[in-house]
């Protein structure tokens, strides 16, 4: 009995380095941990004449646009999203030179070899891989027909007073695309030229002090072009209940409120 006990206390000794780096890989041994997944966001469709167009809301004013295999993307920002790992674009749309709205992390990311780009006056001043389209141009590029129109404050300005957005300097665009007139407006509030604008399908509006508009400005601006959905978008902390609630009488025009801080 006490060789067997002295047997059984050795191979206790021999085993123990072997049990406790088989605890100490146990502790240390950590699963593989999976990609992190693309993010998801909000997006809506929108019936065309032969197809949908889907909008996609990345937050702020950058957003994207899709119909028949087409991708749109509209003052792409990084610090919004990962843009790798967003569908690369066809036609990527800039509004004005802001950071917010030109941010060229994000335009190398989604650029193909024929991706066509279109910008400002002014932003062509910084870039010469892009079309210029200024106030009042219009053409079509890859099948969809594309109008700048006016952009620029009236109202709100620095302290030194400099507008924060001089007239001539910015682009609002409006997409005619399947036989809808898709309205995204930059960084505007309710010039006069803008409430000129007729058979809006879609419209994007800014709404934050005080760089763009107030919910009345927008209100005002909805009133005149009569959108037939209306997304209030670089809104910042805006309350858009206010928005809601002016236009809350105004059947006609259906509010839509996304992730568009």
């Not at 066509?116 to 079509?140: A, L, P, W």
């Not at 927008?218 to 858009?240: G, M, N, R, W």
């Amino acid at each position: 009995m006490k060789y067997f006990l002295t047997l059984v206390i050795m191979l206790l000794v021999l085993a123990s380095p072997a049990i406790a780096q088989t605890e100490q890989l146990s502790q240390t041994a950590q699963p593989a941990q999976p990609a992190a997944a693309t993010p998801t966001f909000e997006s809506d469709v929108i019936k065309g004449d032969k197809g949908d167009i889907k909008l996609t809301f990345i937050g702020h004013a950058s957003l994207i646009i899709e119909h028949s295999g087409k991708v749109i993307h509209i003052d792409p920002w990084s610090k919004l999203a990962d843009y790798s790992q967003l569908p690369k674009a066809d036609l990527l749309m800039l509004t004005h030179e802001h950071q917010d709205h030109l941010d060229a992390v994000a335009i190398d990311l989604l650029k193909k070899p024929d991706t066509s780009v279109v910008y400002t006056e002014f932003i062509s001043q910084q870039r010469d891989d892009g079309k210029v389209f200024k106030n009042g141009d219009s053409g079509e590029i890859d099948g969809v027909l594309i109008e700048a129109v006016p952009a620029y404050n009236i109202v709100h300005k620095r302290e030194n007073g400099e507008l924060y957005h001089p007239k001539g300097r910015g682009n609002g665009y409006i997409f005619t695309i399947d036989g809808r007139r898709i309205y995204v407006a930059g960084d505007t509030e309710n010039v006069p030229e803008l409430k000129e604008l007729k058979n809006i399908d879609v419209a994007f509006l800014p709404m934050n002090l005080p760089y763009t508009m107030t919910p009345e400005m927008v209100a005002d601006l909805a009133i005149a072009i009569k959108p037939k959905v209306l997304y209030p978008y670089h809104f910042s902390e805006t309350d858009t209940s206010i928005i809601v609630n002016l236009l809350k009488d105004h059947k006609d025009i259906e509010v839509r409120i996304r992730k568009l801080k």
